[in-house]
């Protein structure tokens, strides 16, 4: 196998994203149905571009992470809170990972915000592709075929907002662990994730805000952060800049259209992999579903 192979999956196991500001439902249950509206979000994410191996037959194959994540989230009165959903898929090298969380958050009212409890199913579908290891022909083992496994585990979310002020949350991913010894031979990694952001108005220029925000990962007795502060315009146009730890450094554009919240960023990457960098499209849509009332009919004995 391939030595440089190893580089990715020791930095990081579940996928990361540069505009986790947006993408909260990911990284934490307990925003599902944080809200008024139904939102749907779509993610693509191209890491490290230009970071390549080769195989047995010369051809060479992308190395580089490749993530595409959709999600969707709504509040459902019946259950005093919300429900949720994601779907990713994170590809590097031989190995071929989709991921689907489902979730519910209870969602309450707490001094002059809202807390969301929240808890997920994990399930990932594991493939490593054999064929696309160094030598892989001539092992006996290994072969040139495939290895599928299924995976089930669980997480649970604490999210609080004060809406236009400040937010905080908490999650952890894979609290079980699970893991298998024949197969795929994986283990999914407990991950403590702590996010948290603020909104900061000018006092003399109310049209335009800070957004500073940080995303704090701990899993496997190693830490990473990311460092942001946006700049907004009349709440409809933002950019900005974000630090990941001994990984890259970021720029963020995005812009509000409608109910559309559409964003980019481009990592450069700072650390020893030496590529040209990463790039991150994201959108999503926000709505409501108006329902008619029924007129009621009242009729009077009187009358009849």
Not at 132 to 157: K, R
Not at 256 to 263: A, L, P, R
Request: glycine fraction near 10%; charge should be neutral; aromatic fraction near 14%.
């Amino acid at each position: 196998m391939c030595t440089s192979l190893v580089l990715p999956l020791a930095a990081q196991q579940l996928p990361q994203y540069t505009q986790y500001m947006f993408n909260k439902l990911v990284i934490n249950p307990g925003y599902a149905g944080a809200g008024n509206g139904i939102c749907v979000s779509g993610t693509i994410r191209q890491q490290w571009v230009g970071f390549k191996g080769k195989k047995d037959d010369g051809s060479s194959i992308n190395l580089g992470p490749e993530t595409y994540l959709i999600s969707i989230h709504a509040p459902i009165k019946a259950l005093r809170g919300g429900i949720g959903a994601t779907i990713q898929q994170d590809k590097i090298g031989p190995f071929n990972d989709i991921y689907f969380n489902v979730m519910y958050a209870y969602q309450t009212t707490l001094g002059a915000g809202d807390l969301g409890i929240g808890a997920q199913l994990n399930i990932l579908n594991k493939t490593i592709n054999f064929g696309d290891f160094q030598d892989a022909g001539s092992d006996p083992v290994l072969g040139n075929g495939e290895e599928t496994d299924m995976y089930f585990d669980a997480g649970i979310g604490l999210y609080y907002r004060v809406p236009d002020n400040y937010y905080v949350g908490i999650s952890v991913t894979n609290l079980l662990q699970s893991k298998k010894d024949v197969g795929t031979h994986f283990n999914m990694r407990r991950e403590i994730d702590l996010m948290a952001g603020y909104e900061f108005e000018f006092p003399n220029l109310p049209a335009i805000d800070i957004l500073p925000s940080v995303l704090i990962k701990a899993a496997s007795g190693s830490i990473q952060y990311d460092l942001t502060a946006l700049l907004r315009y009349q709440r409809k146009f933002w950019g900005g800049v974000s630090w990941r730890y001994q990984d890259a450094v970021a720029l963020i554009v995005g812009f509000d259209y409608k109910n559309f919240n559409i964003g980019y960023s481009y990592d450069f990457n700072t650390s020893a992999i030496g590529t040209t960098g990463s790039h991150e499209i994201r959108a999503s849509y926000c709505f409501k579903i108006e329902v008619d009332k029924v007129k009621k009919i009242y009729r009077n004995t009187r009358f009849l």
